[in-house]
Nanobody
Framework: VQLVESGGGLVQPGGSLRLSCAASGFTFSNYGMSWYRQAPGKERVLVVAINSPGGNPNYADSVKGRFTISSDNNKNTVYLQMNSLKPDDTAVYSC??????????WGQGTQVTVSS
């Protein structure tokens, strides 16, 4: 079982990035998916979650209207489109897959830095 994030990097304020989380070793479409982030010196916080397959996403207030989660079940991949990025969005972003039976998988994270 593996979750591998990619797509992070350095971007200027106001810019965009799309993060990817590729899943393998489990039936991706049967899991809830979420993205978290952890800024330097701060606790990890939820960015967006889809708590059940096919459910509606729940976004943190800080990213509503700017970030969008999507998925491609054929590719076993979930995406996080991030627009209008701000310096406060700087963090390590991690994806998580979970189900009602206690399966809970995390990726290793990808660094996003928003700076001019």
């Amino acid at each position: 079982v593996q979750l591998v994030e990619s797509g992070g990097g350095l971007v200027q304020p106001g810019g965009s990035l799309r993060l990817s989380c590729a899943a393998s070793g489990f039936t991706f479409s049967n899991y809830g998916m979420s993205w978290y982030r952890q800024a330097p010196g701060k606790e990890r916080v939820l960015v967006v979650a889809i708590n059940s397959p096919g459910g509606n996403p729940n976004y943190a207030d800080s990213v509503k209207g700017r970030f969008t989660i999507s998925s491609d079940n054929n590719k076993n991949t979930v995406y996080l489109q991030m627009n209008s990025l701000k310096p406060d969005d700087t963090a390590v972003y991690s994806c998580r897959a979970f189900n009602l039976f206690g399966r809970d998988y995390w990726g290793q994270g990808t660094q996003v830095t928003v700076s001019s």
